[in-house]
């Protein structure tokens, strides 16, 4: 089964400008992890936030968490056309749980 | 090393075939994981190993035999498959379960004919 839903499923813009995505999950969590994957191939860590951090930053990205909501927004700044690919949250389903479940996931296309 | 190494890259096999997708890591991480992911999907998680035992296995059926004989390696050994078996199959790994990020390979595309 599926923790988390991301918002939109895809998105298109122009490059230079902002994209967000967004992502609901129905368990509690010890954190959420967010994952990029290029075409057909595998996945890439982008960032981790705790249950206890409401924002983080690396590089471009900014991450929100808000686990009163049970929803996490990822925001990728000044895109490039190198950021084109799918963006998934995942988060592990319940305490102590080993299932590191993914949501559906959303499609970027950053147009040059 | 911060790699996860998947072979083969690709693989066509017969239904009738008896083949095996390898995973490896030395990052002396403890938890190791097999997903499919079919096109335009999220992975959906397989089985995963704690510490070289089966920790999880979702409900997949017994064509998919996993098999860790040590804390570096991982394998998938496939038997019988069908053709709705094709898909991305990514081996992960973490340092311990349900705490840290994971690392993935860049997966084994299969394809049953």
């Known amino acids: 089964s599926q923790q988390g839903e991301e918002d939109p499923q895809a998105l298109s813009i122009q490059e230079g400008e902002n994209a967000t995505m967004n992502c609901s999950y129905k368990?509690?969590?010890?954190?959420l992890q967010w994952y990029r994957q290029n075409s057909g191939r595998g996945l890439v860590h982008l960032i981790l936030i705790r249950s206890n951090e409401r924002e983080k930053h690396s590089g471009r990205l900014r991450v929100t968490l808000d686990t009163s909501k049970k929803s996490s927004s990822l925001l990728i700044t000044a895109s490039r056309a190198a950021d084109t690919a799918s963006y998934f949250c995942?988060?592990?389903?319940?305490?102590?749980?080993?299932?590191?479940?993914f949501g559906k996931g959303t499609k970027l296309s950053v147009i040059p | 090393d911060t790699e996860v190494t998947q072979t083969p890259k690709h693989l066509v096999m017969g239904m009738t075939n008896k083949k095996s997708l390898k995973c490896e890591q030395h990052m002396g991480h403890r938890a190791m994981y097999w997903y499919k992911q079919k096109a335009k999907k999220p992975p959906e998680l397989m089985f995963v190993y704690s510490y070289e035992k089966l920790s999880i296995n979702e409900s997949v059926p017994s064509r998919f035999s996993p098999e860790c004989p040590n804390s570096s390696l991982l394998n998938l050994h496939l038997h019988a498959l069908q053709p709705e078996d094709s898909a991305l199959y990514l081996c992960?790994?973490?340092?311990?379960?349900?705490?840290?990020?994971?690392?993935f390979g860049q997966g084994t595309r299969l394809t049953v004919v």
């Open positions: 995942a988060s592990y389903s319940g305490a102590g749980s080993y299932q590191l479940t």
């Open positions: 992960a790994s973490t340092l311990r379960v349900a705490i840290t990020e994971a690392f």
């Open positions: 368990t509690s969590i010890n954190n």
